[in-house]
């Protein structure tokens, strides 16, 4: 079955450490986006990748890295730059005719310790 | 500016209609989605409105006004594992890109 994947979906992280969350799709979608979702509020635009080879900065792109090298992966690093990890990240993916609407992965909750 | 608004919170009873509004403003339109997301999981894909006009789908139903930029999400027969936020989404940010409402938190009471 064609799905969204993400791993892990705990992470620890320790102050100053860089870690990278794993996303992987195989329902041939073109766009790949990372969310940033904290308790009790909205999904928060980090980055997104329209096309292979390329992504574009969200609304809070500060501390975070990402890279687009195979359609089918789209992973996020959370750099040391960012001073508040500590929550819940989404990636989603879609198509690019019709329902526009996303699919997405099953979450990693990143804490920092 | 692109912007989408929903309640933060309500609350129904076991068996009752529920009905969630949204009011959005975007740069362009490419339809209204509305997600289920329950506490600590990712979000489920509910409906999908780009035209005018009410869409049923069991015990939920979406409506749109593209005129108004209002759209509701209606939910019959409420259950309790209807629990859960609903996260109105907008398209228009671009290509594909949806813009995402804070979500409104549903309580369902015996």
């Known amino acids: 079955d064609g799905g969204i994947t993400q791993s892990p979906k705990y992470l620890f992280r320790k102050e100053g450490q860089n870690v990278t969350l794993s996303c992987e799709q195989n329902?041939?979608?073109?766009?790949m986006y990372w969310y940033r979702q904290d308790p009790g509020q909205g999904l928060r635009l980090i980055y997104y990748?329209?096309?292979?080879?390329?992504?574009q900065k969200g609304d809070i792109a500060e501390g975070y890295s990402v890279s687009r090298e195979k359609k089918e992966s789209f992973p996020l690093t959370v750099t040391s730059a960012q001073k508040n990890p500590t929550a819940f990240y989404l990636c989603?993916?879609?198509?690019?005719?019709?329902?526009?609407?996303?699919?997405f992965g099953s979450g990693t909750r990143l804490t920092v310790v | 500016g692109q912007n989408i608004d929903q309640p933060t919170e309500m609350t129904a009873t076991e068996g009752a209609i529920v009905q969630i509004n949204c009011t959005y403003q975007?740069?362009?339109?490419?339809?209204l989605f509305w997600y289920q997301q329950h506490a600590g999981e990712a979000p489920t894909f509910l409906s999908y409105?780009?035209?005018?006009g009410l869409e049923e789908k069991g015990r939920f139903s979406s409506f749109l006004s593209r005129s108004k930029g209002y759209s509701y999400l209606l939910l019959k027969e409420l259950q309790m594992k209807d629990s859960a936020s609903y996260l109105c989404?907008?398209?228009?940010?671009?290509?594909?890109?949806?813009?995402f409402g804070a979500g409104t938190r549903l309580a369902v009471h015996p």
């Open positions: 975007t740069s362009g339109f490419n339809g």
């Open positions: 989603a993916s879609s198509g690019s005719q019709g329902n526009y609407g996303y699919t």
């Open positions: 409105n780009v035209l005018d």
């Open positions: 990748s329209q096309i292979v080879n390329d992504f």
């Open positions: 329902l041939n979608h073109d766009a």
């Open positions: 989404a907008g398209g228009g940010g671009g290509y594909n890109k949806l813009i």
